[in-house]
């Protein structure tokens, strides 16, 4: 009974709706940090989820062959991976610069 409810298109259906949860609860993470902080913030967290629904998303759209939701998802997914890289960066240079000081060089 199982197997004849479950089509490919009901499985992508719940891809799709797994996919759009994790990006939502990206500003639910963003909400409760900036409560926590006094002040809004954009925590690393809100950027993972971002990026994992963005491919959830693409994913979706691809098998739905949506051009219009393809774009959007490919090019917010360049938007996310461009941040962390970001983030990455900024904390590679400040544990570089808080080396330096500990050595006195």
Same mark, same amino acid.
């Given at each position: 009974?199982?197997?004849?409810? @479950?089509?490919?298109?009901? @499985? ?73 890289? @970001? ?19």
């Amino acid at each position: 009974m199982l197997h004849s409810w @479950l089509t490919p298109d009901r @499985l992508w259906l719940a891809i799709g709706f797994a996919g759009q949860a994790l990006f939502a609860s990206r500003f639910i993470i963003q909400w409760f940090k900036s409560e926590m902080e006094g002040r809004s913030v954009i925590p690393l967290a809100f950027w993972y989820c971002s990026l994992g629904g963005g491919v959830v998303l693409l994913a979706y759209a691809v098998y739905k062959k949506d051009p219009v939701f393809i774009i959007g998802q490919a090019s917010g997914l360049l938007v996310y991976s461009r941040n962390l890289y @970001l983030i990455f960066r900024e904390r590679s240079l400040l544990r570089e610069v808080a080396a330096q000081g500990k050595t006195g060089s």
